[in-house]
């Protein structure tokens, strides 16, 4: 199977699941254009639709709800959790200002003072 989004003003608005005997062509490859095109068959050819993957094989990340589509990086990417991070353009996810600490703790970040803090376990 394969997931493919509904892409309007490059926004995510929909993913759908397409079954892998309407995107394969007669050699047994999955084809991005058959998915589309079954796609346009059955929904109507008025849309957007891109292929996104799971195990994020294309487009940088697996399309959400909410991602942006960006062209030019051909990649979905999750909105700006805080304004402090800043886009990786390798892995086109959002990084903080420092790293998440390496230990067994749990943390949130507090975008007031740009940092990691522990949250304390409840007694």
Not at 24 to 52: A, C, K, M, R
Not at 68 to 73: E, V
Not at 88 to 94: D, G, K, L, P, V
């Amino acid at each position: 199977m394969a997931h493919f989004a509904l892409i309007e003003n490059n926004i995510v608005q929909n993913v759908i699941v397409v079954g892998n005997a309407d995107l394969t062509d007669s050699e047994g490859n999955e084809q991005e254009h058959l998915g589309v095109e079954f796609i346009y068959s059955t929904l109507g050819p008025d849309d957007t639709w891109i292929q996104t993957s799971y195990n994020n094989n294309i487009r940088k990340n697996y399309a959400n709800i909410g991602y942006t589509y960006d062209l030019a990086r051909d990649a979905f990417i999750e909105p700006q959790p805080y304004a402090s991070w800043t886009l990786n353009e390798t892995t086109c996810r959002w990084k903080p200002p420092t790293p998440y600490p390496d230990d067994d703790n749990t943390y949130e970040w507090d975008e007031s003072t740009t940092a990691w803090v522990k949250v304390e376990a409840p007694e």
